[in-house]
């Protein structure tokens, strides 16, 4: 029997939850209005649970990009429904997506994290974040603590879930560029709508710009390996304790070598390679097998062939890495399954430059007040 068919308007009961758990963003949106006992359930922290953990049929990869014929940045959303094969039927789409928020062709849009279907962006000199469900078009202003005491400073922000309290925290730091200057970090709690400082002295700590990657419920960043040294900072986001840990590999602080933090299978990964590669031909993956455990890093793979062509820049599906490739002036994408070894280009897609965030279509709410997953 079809959803649309159903005459009652009475609350869901086992057999159409589990209907309505396989249908899409779009469609659910749209049952909403039946009445309000469903839009009562769809609405509900319980059912967007549900259906935020749903078994995946498709992958999504949202990539932030510069247009290749203009100025402008586009939002594009890759669509995968199978692993890489040695098929050579391409069956990844692209859509793009028109962002609900204004703006103009001259500010420079960022992505920050994204999380749960839930996009944190920043545009430059705008002095709020904005985050945003592409999925049900809904966005929020997040108006940020005042750091104009700082002067020039270097910001670094992630987006956590707590998954115990079904919220989110947004998580900002704040490093002045002036030496021995004192840095802040500040957390933002959705369902509290408000910011609070963080007695955490990560002042010792100069991170890299790149988004952090979620794992265990922490946030972690790569340190400067110049000024702070070869270091993981993590912060729990529930618990909102800091802690660091070594990175995991032996070449030191030469020049030439560069560390990205990612996450494959459910394990926190670090990516090591050469800017030189007929000097350093490296490319090595390690894996932290046991989390928190210093000696379960792993050097699960070695990729010195790909160093040459292609430069990691995140991981998709949780276990097939992406690189970014150069073709004459643009840049493309390629996908690589270090455990089986197959890779697949991207043709269709064509950039000056991009950022790739792993992205689930989910029914998650910007808005802020009571989310437990019990709530009425």
């Not at 068919?5 to 659910?28: D, R």
């Not at 990175?247 to 670090?270: A, F, H, K, M, N």
Request: glycine share 6%.
């Amino acid at each position: 029997m079809r959803v649309e068919m159903l005459p009652s308007c009475s609350l869901p009961g086992e057999l159409i939850e589990s209907v309505l758990l396989k249908l899409p963003v779009k469609s659910l949106l749209r049952f909403k209005a039946v009445c309000k006992p469903w839009y009562d359930f769809i609405s509900s922290p319980y059912f967007i649970n549900l259906h935020l953990r749903r078994p995946l049929t498709t992958n999504n990869l949202l990539i932030l990009s510069d247009n290749f014929a203009d100025d402008d940045s586009d939002f594009n959303l890759l669509t995968q429904n199978y692993p890489i094969s040695d098929s050579a039927r391409d069956d990844i789409s692209c859509s793009q997506i028109s962002p609900p928020f204004p703006f103009g062709p001259e500010d420079e849009m960022q992505i920050l994290d994204s999380r749960n279907g839930l996009v944190c962006l920043s545009i430059r000199n705008h002095s709020n974040i904005i985050l945003w469900n592409p999925a049900t078009k809904k966005f929020r202003f997040l108006g940020l603590p005042d750091c104009r005491s700082f002067g020039t400073s270097f910001t670094y922000a992630g987006l956590g879930y707590v998954e115990a309290t079904n919220d989110y925290k947004l998580v900002r730091m704040v490093h002045p560029v002036k030496p021995r200057s004192i840095g802040f970090l500040w957390v933002y709690t959705l369902s509290a709508d408000s910011w609070k400082q963080l007695d955490i002295d990560f002042n010792k700590f100069v991170f890299q710009p790149r988004p952090p990657v979620f794992v265990n419920g922490c946030l972690h960043w790569l340190t400067n390996r110049h000024i702070s040294g070869n270091l993981i900072g993590a912060l729990n986001v529930a618990e909102e304790v800091a802690s660091c840990m070594p990175v995991p590999d032996s070449y030191g602080y030469r020049s030439e070598i560069v560390r990205q933090l990612t996450v494959i299978r459910g394990s926190l990964s670090v990516v090591v390679f050469s800017t030189s590669h007929l000097k350093f031909p490296v490319m090595e993956i390690w894996l932290m097998t046991e989390y928190g455990v210093q000696g379960s890093w792993s050097n699960q793979f070695k990729l010195e062939a790909l160093s040459a062509i292609a430069r990691p820049i995140g991981s998709w599906k949780d276990g097939e890495l992406i690189f970014r490739y150069d073709e004459g002036a643009s840049k493309k994408i390629m996908f690589y399954d270090p455990f089986t070894k197959r890779k697949k280009y991207f043709t269709k897609f064509q950039s000056f430059s991009f950022q790739t965030f792993n992205y689930i279509e989910s029914l998650e709410s910007v808005e802020t007040g009571r989310r437990l997953l019990n709530a009425d």
